[in-house]
C-alpha cells in the first residue's frame, strides 16, 4: 500500500465546505488585502501563540528577512545560527546584508548547540537565530541566557513550529519574535505562500508593519523603506479555518510519534528523534537516522511510501555561502545530513500506513 509524505487532500476533505466558504467570502468582498480576514486571523493567530501581536506577511522568508530590519541587523553583523536548517534561514540573513554564522548541532535534536554559539560570539555578533527544528524547539534557557550574556538580539526561526513550546513557554517568550511560515506543507498551511512573526515587544510589532508596507502608515509618507509583503486576504481566510484545527492535528501528530516509537522502538541500528525534556513538540518532521539512507530512500520510492531527506546539505557547505558566511567546525550537522530520513508524517495518517512505513524499514535492515 502506497503512504504518501503527506495528504493534504484527506486535510481538505475535513473542512472543504469551511474553506470553500471562506474563500467565496473574500471573493464576494474583493477585499484581498488587509481588511477583516487579515485582521481577524492576526487576532486568533496571536491568541493562539499566546503572544501580543501577530503580524502577518508574505511568506515565512519575509518574516525572518523583516524582522532582522526591524531589529536593525545589516552589514557588518553577525548572526550565529545553525547550518541545518531550510535555507531560508541564511538566506534572509544574507539579504538583510548580514553575515551568516555557522554554529554545529546537537546530535539527538537537531538543533543548534548551545556551547558551539557561545564558541562562535564576537565583539560582530548581533544575534542568535535559533531553528525550531521539525517541530521541536531548541534549548530556550541556554539561548536566553546567552544572549542577554552577551547583550545580542535572540530571533526565533518558528517556521516549522507553531504550537511548539519550551517549559510551557510559548513561541516569542523573551525573545526579540518568532519567524512563521504557511508554506502548504507546514502544519498550518496556506493555500499558497504565507507568514508571520509572533512578539510581544510592541516597537518591534509597529516596526513590521511599517516594513511591510513599504515603510508607510500614511499613504504615500514613507517613514522607512520597506517592503511589499502582505498575507493575502484569501490566504488569512484559509488559515482562519484551519487554525481553529490547529491544535487538535498537532495532538494527532503527537500521538503518530508516539505511534512510531512503539513500532520502530526495537529497529537494530535505527536512531530514533530525542524529546528535549519540557518541550512540547509539534512533530512537523518525525525524523529518524537510519544505516544505509540512500538505500532505504530508494526502497521507500520503490514502494510508493514517501519520505524526505531534511536536509542532504547543511548551510556552510552551500556554494553561495562560502564567501558570505563564517562556519565553525560542524560535524553534526555533516553526518546528519547523511543519515537523516523523514517519515510519512500528518495529522490524518493511520495506524495502518504507519505500520506499512514500519514494514519497509525492516525489509530495508534484513536486506543489510
Ligand atoms: C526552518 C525554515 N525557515 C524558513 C522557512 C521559510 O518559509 P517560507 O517557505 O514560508 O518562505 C522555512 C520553510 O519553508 C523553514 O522550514
Known sequence: MPVPMIDLKAQYALIRDDVNAAVARVLESQQFRGGAESEGFEAELAAFGQAKHA????????????MFKALGIGPGDEVITTPFSFFATAGALVNAGATPVFADILPGTFNLNPEAVRAAITPQTKAILPVHLYGQCADMDAFRSISSQAGVHLVEDAAQALGASYKDQPLGTGTAGAALSFYPTKNLGAAGEGGAVLTNDDAIAERLKLLRCHGSA????????GTNSHL???QAAVLRVKLRHLADWNEARRAHACYYFKVLGDLPGVVLPEALPGAYHVYH???IRVPRRDACVALFKERGIGCGVFYPKPLHLQDCFQQLSRALPCPEAERASREVLALP???????????EVAAALRDHLAAG
Open 345 to 355: 508524517m500528518f495529522a490524518e495518517m493511520t495506524r495502518d500506513q504507519q505500520d
Open 218 to 225: 500614511v499613504q504615500y509618507e514613507h517613514q522607512i523603506v
Open 55 to 66: 503580524i502577518a506577511l508574505a511568506s515565512g522568508t519575509d518574516a525572518l528577512l523583516l
Open 232 to 234: 493575502h486576504a484569501i
Open 285 to 287: 518532521q518525525f525524523v
